[in-house]
């Protein structure tokens, strides 16, 4: 999930994944795959770089388990 800032200074999570695209003219909206629409403080430059941290995150870790796992670390509970 990235965090981006409502108008009036509430933020709040989003699926990344379900950002279908961002439009800046001039402000900020994000449309999301089923229709709803969110305008948000933060330019689009930064919702795409949250949304490339975001991914780049899931990666590492992603990469982290499959290093773990061939290193016979896997997970017990």
Not at 15 to 25: Q, W
Not at 52 to 70: C, I, K, N, Q, T
């Amino acid at each position: 999930m990235i965090v981006v800032t409502r108008l009036n200074r509430t933020r709040f999570a989003v699926n990344p994944d379900l950002v279908e695209r961002i439009h800046a003219s001039p402000d900020t909206t994000l449309v999301m795959v089923d229709g709803a629409t969110f305008i948000v403080l933060e330019t689009m430059d930064e919702v795409i770089g949250r949304i490339f941290s975001f991914r780049a995150e899931v990666l590492a870790a992603a990469a982290a388990g499959v290093r773990s796992a061939a290193r016979g670390e896997g997970v017990t509970g």
